[in-house]
């Protein structure tokens, strides 16, 4: 093709550019030791075709230095690790999916025999390009024109159960500090069992009367010993003590109940001291 | 309504039995329910765009200008995501003969992100070198929006004609 017409091309199709992008569900697929087989569904909701490639490793949310909550990737998994990426395969593992239809990506389990009872781990890399190329501007080939395609990688977690499971998490070194106009938050959680510990952490800032100033609630996923740190806005506060109290539950409203393992809530509190 | 959340419900829709029409066999319904549940969508809102840029001079895209790239994460509210990304250091000229490239850089402010509102000019700084951590906005938004620039140097000497090259957002759902 012709450089002008190349241009022309690019034109055209910059011109029609709106969102690209491809709905994914769910955000975490349960895979259950006796059917070996989970599903996830892709959408495409715009007019041009969306190339979509399917990958695994093995890896969990973990905390950094600073408390925040980061994908910690395993190139090498021992044998003592609970990883499923190696046996667990998706079909197919390229596709395309046409403007306004959906496809879905089968996933099968083919454990190694012998695998003991538990929860074992892998992420699914779902990447996705729409067929969109970056540059606009008219068609003239003596200019020097730049533009660059954003390609998406998301990544969602995969859990493959064999047998009793069973989680639970543990709570200790809760701590605070008033940083600006938020109250930072960390305490050490470490998970119990042969299942991650899926759930919900509940921060809330108490005055002297029991009454609620200020609160946070998100979703936490603790796979192995992690430290997060959270930040509640409490504005200015009044010189004085208060309470800090952490609760963790198995409850998601974002997952199926019957996907959540159950534990019994998890407490602690700390005094909180505003000079 | 957002293109998102129509998209959520199209595909809401898409799920739904429909009286009067085959559902397949019974497995395949199985599996359909199975993977009703909280959708996770990562749209592209715009790519980084440099247009015409003179020779021999640096160009820069801030990520709060208009041709900056942009995403827009929705999901489960509150929701913990982890942003990296996979940067390219050179682009490549299409128009031209194999070769002819053009340095691209990204610097410790070249990336923003933003809880629940699609608001630059709100957000937070990170360096896309290095990633981030950001959590989806509450129940009414949902969403988190992330924004990229760079800077591209063109040599005095570059052929004219059109470079590219692809950036890659990782979106790891927490």
Redesign the interface.
């Known amino acids: 093709m012709k450089p002008t017409r190349l241009s022309m091309v690019l034109l055209l199709w910059a011109a029609r550019l709106g969102a690209q992008g491809v709905v994914i569900a769910p955000h975490a697929v349960f895979i259950d030791a006796r059917t070996r087989s989970g599903a996830v569904l892709l959408y495409n909701p715009n007019p041009d075709p969306a190339e979509v490639a399917i990958s695994f490793f093995f890896g969990y949310p973990a905390t950094d230095s600073a408390g925040r909550i980061v994908v910690r990737t395993v190139e090498h998994p021992d044998s003592t690790s609970p990883s499923a990426a190696s046996w667990i395969q998706a079909f197919p593992r390229r596709l395309t999916v046409p403007p306004l239809e959906r496809q879905t990506i089968r996933l099968l389990a083919s454990p190694p025999p012998g695998l003991a009872d538990g929860e074992y781990w892998a992420r699914l890399v779902i990447s996705a390009k729409g067929g969109q190329l970056p540059v606009t501007g008219v068609a003239d080939t003596a200019k020097v024109k730049v533009g660059l395609t954003l390609e998406v990688r998301t990544i969602i977690g995969v859990f493959y159960r064999k047998g009793a499971v069973r989680t639970g998490v543990t709570l200790s070194g809760l701590r605070t500090a008033v940083v600006g106009d938020s109250l930072a938050v960390w305490a050490r959680l470490t998970q119990q069992g042969n299942a991650a510990y899926i759930g919900s952490a509940h921060a809330a800032l108490l005055d002297s009367t029991g009454k609620t100033l200020a609160e946070l609630k998100a979703p936490i996923g603790v796979y192995d010993a992690m430290e997060p740190r959270w930040a509640l806005p409490i504005g200015a506060l009044a010189p004085g003590r208060y309470r800090l109290r952490l609760d963790l539950s198995t409850g998601r409203d974002d997952l199926a109940p019957e996907l959540v393992l159950p534990s019994p809530p998890v407490r602690d509190s700390v005094e909180v001291r505003v000079p | 309504m957002s ?2 959340g ?3 419900l ?2 809401l829709g ?2 739904v039995p429909r009286a009067g029409l085959s559902q397949g066999v019974g497995g395949s319904v199985a ?2 329910a ?22 021999g001079v640096a ?1 820069t895209v801030q990520p709060t200008a208009a041709g900056a ?1 942009a ?2 994460i929705q ?6 995501v ?1 942003v990296t990304f996979v940067l ?1 250091a050179l ?1 490549t000229n ?2 031209a003969l194999p070769g002819s490239t ?1 340095p ?1 850089s990204f610097g410790a402010t070249s990336a923003r992100w933003n809880r629940a509102t699609n608001n630059v000019a709100a957000a937070t700084v990170f360096n896309p070198s290095v ?3 950001g ?1 989806l906005g509450p129940p009414a938004n949902p969403f988190l929006y992330i924004w990229i620039g ?1 800077t ?1 140097t ?1 040599a005095a000497a ?17």
Request: proline share 7%; hydrophobic share 40%; no cysteine.
């Open positions: 293109r998102p129509l998209a959520g199209l595909l898409l799920l599996i359909d199975n993977v009703i549940g909280q959708a996770l969508t990562v749209t592209t809102l715009s790519n980084l765009n440099f247009g015409s840029v003179p020779k160009t790239g995403w827009q999901g489960s509210k509150n929701a913990d982890s390219p682009l299409i128009q053009m691209v990633g981030t951590t959590k760079g591209v063109p570059a052929k004219p004609g059109i470079y590219t090259g692809t950036i890659i957002v990782t979106i790891a759902y927490l």
